[in-house]
């Protein structure tokens, strides 16, 4: 088989992960492909490749000696699925990317045509494909989780089409004068991604001798891995960070270093695949205390009625813990107790 120059149909770079996906054709067949993006070298690191169909007639058996050269097999015949399409038009491919920004799915017209996930990669997990019969090498069956993915990326598909600008402003707008209302006065606020997108900014409020520090615009998207820790995903996949310093302990100087180590963590999730829920640690250290722990504000005895609460966006409280509470923490079984006992020790609402 003569191998044609490639040719991309339809790229796509997602809104909040390190990644990208292209859909590409060298004239024999179509694949899918994920990347992740490493933007200190401007490179496209290949992650992972699945088929979305044939051009060409299927054949009787995978040639091996391409898929060894790194060029796209054709699917054999035995795996093809009856309904896989005689011909394909290059303008009807899309890419949607999930609300997570870690996952995308090719579209052919308005259907679902491939979909891979973040951790696919080649010697486990290459992607679901639609006209795949059975699992093979370079597709896995869509049938079991084809409803799921429908309904998925037909809802993020809305998602991203959404006029986030309109969003942001009435999202920023009722979240500072909730805030307003309970720390005081507004004395600053940081862009923490220099005007891209998503917008994320660090509004400061002191009260008294504490200083209140709030991320705003995090909880607009969903968090990746929720669903490993939780079924009720959707309940629990966005949230905002706040931290509470005093100003006797933690000067000027010190406050900023906090407040620089916290831009680092709001695109944390998105960067490194995971997420933040209560009763997570992170190392950082608030003068004696050696780590973070993140308590939601519902725990505390006057919990804060913010607006985005009513859409299931949580406010995470970072609060200091020593070395003996962090391995206290995760040597107990206890855990409720112990995050209980946090909201107690810290009160910082």
Known sequence: ?????????????????????DVISDGHSIYFYLYDVDYERHQLIAHSACWIGNI????????????????????????????????WMEDNF?????????????????????????WANPETFCGYSRYVKEDCAVGFCMDDVEA?????FKAARTFWKQEFNGLWQVYHTQYVQALRASFGELKAIYDLHQEQFPSRLLAIFEKADVCYAFTIGMGMFAMPHVGAFYEEKDHYNRTELAIALNKTTFDEEARLQIY?????????????????????????????????????????????ALPFKQDHVHLQWLVGIDESEYNLYHLQEDKEGFM????TKSNVN
């Not at 060409?56 to 699925?81: C, G, T, W």
């Not at 799921?148 to 998925?152: A, F, K, N, S, T």
């Not at 209980?340 to 909201?343: D, E, G, P």
Request: a negative charge; one cysteine or more; aromatic letters at 10%.
């Open 148 to 152: 799921e993915l429908g309904r998925d």
């Open 260 to 304: 620089n180590e916290i831009a680092q963590l709001c695109d944390y999730p998105w960067s490194n695949f995971t997420c933040f829920l209560d009763s997570h640690t992170v190392d950082l250290a608030l003068a004696s205390n050696t780590h973070c722990i993140f308590v939601d504000d519902d725990r505390y005895p006057h919990a804060l």
């Open 94 to 118: 899309s890419i949607v990317w999930s609300k997570e920004g870690d996952m995308a799915a090719a579209y052919y017209g308005d259907e679902v045509v491939c979909a891979i996930p973040d």
């Open 340 to 343: 209980n006992y946090m909201a």
């Open 1 to 21: 088989m003569h191998k044609q120059q490639e040719k991309s149909l339809c790229f796509s770079q997602s809104y909040l992960c390190p990644l990208a996906a």
């Open 56 to 87: 060409d007639d299927a054949p009787l058996q995978f040639d091996y000696d391409h898929i060894q050269q790194d060029q796209q097999p054709l699917l054999p015949k035995h795996l093809l699925h009856e309904k896989h399409p005689t011909c």
